[in-house]
């Protein structure tokens, strides 16, 4: 046998207040792969967050290089319309 169902008022109490409902914004993809690469180097596991340091670095330095590669490029086409 059941009992009888929840009152409003119980049903009420479960849920939090509206307000705090509405306050929480989602995540962004930044934030949550900040909050995934902090648990990775928290852990005990110390190889895997190496690893993730050693692509971080790979990365950068990938973006680095393209960026001075532009750079470069730019230049030589200036120097050339202006020759």
């Given at each position: ?9 119980k049903q ?10 509405e306050?929480?914004?989602p995540a ?15 852990s ?7 690893k993730k ?18 750079e470069?490029?730019e ?6 319309a202006?020759s």
């Amino acid at each position: 046998k059941q009992g009888p169902p929840p009152s409003k008022k119980k049903q009420q109490q479960k849920q939090p207040p509206k307000a705090a409902r509405e306050k929480k914004k989602p995540a962004t993809l930044e934030e949550l792969e900040k909050e995934m690469d902090d648990y990775w180097l928290k852990s005990k596991n110390k190889e895997v967050a190496a690893k993730k340091l050693d692509e971080d670095m790979d990365t950068y330095w990938a973006k680095k290089g393209e960026e001075a590669n532009q750079e470069d490029e730019e230049e030589e086409a200036k120097e050339t319309a202006e020759s």
